[in-house]
């Protein structure tokens, strides 16, 4: 707690004035400390505004490292429409003849007849069984997967129940009672021959055959059922036949084929497969205006000019200036915050190298250079900005769609392609900038300027003690003047009236 305080009252002087001005001179170690302190939250901040324009474009980047990115065909289907026809990163222009002689199916069994409740009436699915027992669900012909059935359970209970059960199991069934025929429907989830299953019923202790359990999930009393076979599916295109298809969608040659129909007497599809640039142009155009605008942004931060005599302004300067002073004096005072950061010089330097050296990767004789394909760099002090030949560009995706994909997106020890290495730059950047700054969507931040303003913090804090401690220390010198001045006064009044009151 402060001690009282007396100001001039025998002096005269303006002691909170004088303290005041004596204080602005022991606060300008810390008022220099503050002005330090806001000047590194200031140039956090754009970096971490940097770090976010190089991850935005870090995920830009990324699609130009998928070959999926690249796929630079369409498909257009004439004849029967059996089939649909998807052309991959890897397909390769020309017709092809596609035949569909099977679809894939499901293993399937169906109630025979609609199912009466025990107690007479067309059952529905929130009716109780109103038998007990167990079902034995026959996979393969190896293991059989148990159900355990009691009387009060219902038809849906029962369905989801046997569906449960074999969610582990090939087949793995889907089951359902529906209540507008009164029939359960079961099904694998899976398509082909090897889904098929079968069910037969027994009593709870698994000892004797129910035929009552039969009744109430077949309809009849046959004490075991069989599916309707699952089948596998098949193509022939142009003359090769593809069998044992177990789902009716498969690739063959970079060709995603959907099987829709079987072709009958002879009829097919005719696929027609042609180069389609427009997508991967697009992609690639996109990338680079992001990408020269990024840098464009940040070549003019680096080498904006620093303004030393501008500091950041304390509260009491702002006090004394008006809003357009202020506005005008933290323009210069923010001027060149990014002034020559090396890690940012570095990844414009490392990013134009990205984009520019050859890919040791791509194989002898193909494209293994950006300005193969119409894409090159301006002059250095562009910063490295891209610019494309479209015309060019659109060509070489039209004749060498799957070299200008590998000059993109290969990795190998010969060397990476441009997508590769443009990414894996980008991250780098990210990295280093995040280990400098900090995120603000990190819950924990030990970056080197976090730790630099947490020490400036801790001094500051410092130093207000050790003012504080210096003020109380000048108004208790003063207010000591202040009473012995008084007492003086005091005495003095007091000879005065007592040695020369009588004259």
């Known amino acids: 707690m402060s001690a009282m305080r007396i100001g001039g009252l025998a002096s005269g002087m303006d002691t909170d004035s004088i303290v005041k001005q004596m204080m602005q001179i022991q606060k300008m170690p810390m ?17 971490r505004e940097q770090n976010l324009t190089f991850s935005n474009l870090r995920t830009s980047a990324s699609n130009l490292r998928l070959q999926s990115s690249f796929n630079a065909y369409g498909a257009e289907a004439t004849g029967s429409g059996s089939a649909k026809v998807t052309p991959g990163a890897t397909a390769m222009n020309g017709k092809y003849n596609v035949q569909v002689t099977a679809l894939a199916a499901p293993a399937k069994y169906t109630s025979a007849s609609a199912i009466q409740k025990v107690t007479d009436g067309a059952a529905k699915s929130t009716d109780a069984i109103g038998v007990a027992g167990k079902i034995l669900v026959d996979v393969g012909g190896e293991t059989d997967v148990e159900v355990d059935i009691t009387a009060d359970m219902t038809y849906k209970a029962v369905a989801d129940l046997l569906q449960s059960k074999t969610a582990g199991s090939v087949p793995a069934l ?33 000892t004797a055959d129910n035929p009552d359990l039969s009744k109430q999930i077949t309809g009849t009393t046959n004490l075991s059922v069989a599916t309707t076979n699952g089948a596998n599916g098949s193509i022939i295109i142009d003359g090769v036949e593809v069998n044992g298809l177990t789902s009716n969608k498969t690739t063959v040659n970079g060709l995603t084929i959907e099987m829709l129909k079987v ?10 497969v042609k180069s389609d640039p427009e997508k991967p142009v697009q992609m690639i155009k996109d990338f680079v205006e992001s990408y020269n605008k990024a840098i464009e942004d940040l070549q003019k931060q680096l080498v904006e000019k620093r303004y030393s005599d501008f500091q950041p302004l304390s509260d009491e300067q702002k006090e004394e200036m ?66 494309i030949d479209e015309d060019k560009l659109k060509a070489a995706l039209t004749e060498k769609p799957d070299e200008v994909m590998n000059l ?6 010969a060397g990476d392609g441009i997508g590769a290495r443009v990414y894996d730059t980008l991250n780098e950047v990210v990295k280093k900038l995040s280990a400098q700054a900090g995120s603000p969507a990190s819950a924990v ?50 000879m005065q009236q007592n040695m020369f009151g009588g004259m």
Do not use: C, H
């Open 31 to 47: 008022d220099k400390l503050v002005q330090q302190k806001t000047w590194t939250e200031w140039q956090q901040a754009a970096v």
């Open 322 to 387: 008006s809003d357009k002073e202020i506005e005008l004096w933290e323009e210069k005072a923010r001027s060149g915050l990014l002034r020559n950061d090396p890690i940012m010089k570095s990844a414009l330097q490392d990013l134009r190298r990205a984009f520019m050296d050859s890919v040791g990767g791509a194989g002898t004789g193909n494209l293994n250079m950006l300005s193969q394909i119409g894409i090159n760099t301006g002059n250095y002090q562009e910063g490295g900005k891209l610019f």
């Open 408 to 413: 993109f997106t290969v990795r190998s020890e």
């Open 174 to 206: 889907r089951a359902n009672f529906d209540n507008t025929t009164s029939r359960f429907f079961i099904s694998s989830k899976e398509l082909g021959q090897a889904q098929n299953f079968s069910l037969s019923f027994k009593t709870a202790d698994g």
């Open 445 to 494: 931040d030990n970056s080197t300027m976090s730790q630099k303003l947490r020490r400036m913090e801790t001094e500051i804090t410092r130093w207000q003690d050790r003012l504080t401690s210096i003020e109380d220390r000048y108004w208790s010198q003063f207010t000591a003047m202040e009473k012995a001045l008084s007492k003086m006064n005091s005495q003095s009044a007091w």
């Open 263 to 272: 072709d009958t007497d002879g009829s097919s599809s005719a696929i027609t």
